[in-house]
């Protein structure tokens, strides 16, 4: 406080100023002498303005520049030290950049201005107290789950539900679709819209439940009904959705999924809570970079994942689901120490060759897992006993063998290995036929399927397949199906996780909310 109070001018720090300044008026003729010499050597006297002694004695120009790189929060707190800090606080320049450093706004701000809206009133009663909404969520719907992205837009802070693309197009880019908003245009205080419907913007609410999870609320859900009735709406949600009529939709099983997920989905109005998500953070030694992936799903069309690495496990858990396995789950649970080998193209084409050795590494992995414990005591014992002769074949190791071994990736190879050629199996489904013809690594794992309504959920094996940084695939050996996954393209602001730690709480979570 102390050094507060001398920087501002203000408090018991000035009197301690002043006695400085008189028992340096009283020191000696030989004390002055020395300070006259002292200006000699340095160019003579110093005719200019004297310094600075606080903040209070700087010019408003300098104090705007120095209040400008302060961060937004603690600018209220420097209006309270003094008159003159809260008036230069009133200085559009200060909040012109905060709003451009914090959220983003360049361009748009003059536009904001033209309007009657200052940026200071932008920041404060727009963007600082929304800000604990910005970025990824995952909306409440059931099984069927969703991916919202709140950003600052234009004018607007503007919450877009994300699509996947229409099945089985998986390499397409990602569909948006408004479902709020909240600006300053009308009026000088936050207007809250909901956007949901096809009659346009309406008053909505957005409430704040608790840290990480707010909730939106439509005010007039008669904007969102359509003058045919439910049959319109359905057909209108169909070419929306699917990108086809349900005339064209041949399959009596997809057709019954579809009018279920219409059926559940379409009773929430935009009445929804939203649960906080985080991007996974990278680190060194990630296969290939975690995010968020499109993938195909068979009858229930495409759905969005999350990859992410966890020491020598690769997994990807589902932020959009389906009535088999929700929203939550995780999906795709690749063992990064079982790296798979595959045979030559046309052993490839065989699924008996390929689920051979699947199977064979499947058993394996079993039984480790069940070994008993006595089985595992017993083995340290043993490993007890010659640690003595272990110790001395260490010795004669090749050390460069060593080297190379620690420096290769989770599958023993380089870190860019070569191309090999992939070819699905004969019997195997895709829902899209074209996929990579080449593949970098390929590894053991297992996929969660399930009975309708998550009954009886199993975890099956099958093949991990890396086609490139932005591609992967699965092969579901007991389903003879293969899914291929493309990632988001997407800029997503405001979403990675600050540390490991909180994206794995998020994660146990996130399959606690549909378990």
Not at 485 to 505: G, K, T, V
Request: glycine share 8%.
């Amino acid at each position: 406080m102390a050094v507060c109070a001398r920087l501002c001018g203000v408090g018991q720090s000035r009197r301690c100023r002043r006695r400085q300044r008189n028992d340096q008026q009283e020191q000696g003729s030989d004390s002055d002498m020395d300070e006259e010499e002292e200006e000699k050597i340095v160019g003579g006297s110093n005719t200019g303005p004297p310094h600075p002694e606080s903040l209070m004695e700087l010019p408003p120009e300098l104090l705007v520049e120095i209040f400008s790189l302060l961060p937004g929060t603690v600018l209220p707190n420097v209006a309270l030290v003094c008159k003159k800090f809260r008036q230069i606080l009133n200085t559009e320049t200060i909040w012109r950049r905060r709003c451009a450093e914090e959220f983003g706004m360049r361009e748009d701000l003059r536009k904001m201005e033209a309007t009657g809206v200052s940026s200071q009133d932008l920041y404060v009663k727009l963007l600082h107290p929304y800000r604990h909404i910005l970025g990824l969520w995952q909306p409440d719907i059931g099984p069927y789950g969703g991916l919202l992205n709140v950003v600052v837009d234009g004018l607007f802070i503007i919450g877009w539900m994300y699509l996947p693309p229409h099945d089985p197009r998986v390499e397409d880019p990602m569909r948006r679709r408004p479902l709020f908003r909240i600006h300053l245009l009308e009026s000088k205080k936050a207007t809250v819209e909901c956007m949901y419907g096809h009659k346009g913007p309406h008053k909505g609410d957005i409430q704040t439940v608790k840290k990480d999870e707010f909730s939106t609320k439509c005010n007039q859900t008669d904007h969102h009904r359509m003058p045919g009735g439910r049959q319109e709406e359905f057909r209108t949600w169909l070419e929306e959705e699917w990108g086809r009529t349900l005339e064209e939709i041949f399959h009596e099983h997809m057709q019954e999924l579809i009018l279920m997920k219409f059926i559940y989905t379409s009773q929430y109005d935009n009445c929804l809570t939203y649960r906080r998500i985080y991007l996974p953070p990278l680190m060194p030694s990630d296969l290939l970079q975690p995010g968020l992936f499109k993938g195909t799903y068979g009858s229930h069309g495409l759905e969005i994942v999350m990859l992410s690495f966890h020491e020598m496990s690769a997994r990807a858990t589902k932020l959009t689901g389906d009535p088999n396995v929700p929203a939550g789950q995780l999906t795709l649970d690749v063992d990064l120490s079982q790296p798979v080998d595959l045979p030559e193209l046309d052993q490839q084409r065989n699924i008996d060759v390929l689920s051979r050795i699947i199977l064979g590494i499947h058993e394996k992995v079993q039984r480790e897992v069940e070994q008993p414990a006595s089985d595992t005591s017993a083995c340290v014992e043993h490993a007890e006993e010659e640690a003595d002769d272990a110790a001395a074949e260490e010795t004669e190791v090749d050390h460069g063998a060593c080297v190379d071994a620690c420096q290769s990736g989770p599958s023993g190879s380089s870190s860019s290995p070569e191309a090999q050629p992939f070819v699905l199996p004969l019997g195997v489904m895709a829902r899209n036929e074209v996929y990579p013809r080449t593949c970098r690594k390929c590894f053991y794992g297992t996929g969660l399927i399930a009975g309708h309504g998550f009954t009886s959920p199993e975890r099956t094996p099958g093949l991990f397949v890396l086609f490139d940084e932005d591609r992967f695939g699965f092969i579901w050996l007991e389903l003879k199906s293969f899914s291929l996954y493309s990632r988001l393209m997407d800029h997503l602001p405001h979403a990675h996780a600050p540390s490991m730690e909180p994206f794995e709480a998020m994660l146990r979570n996130m399959q606690s909310w549909t378990s």
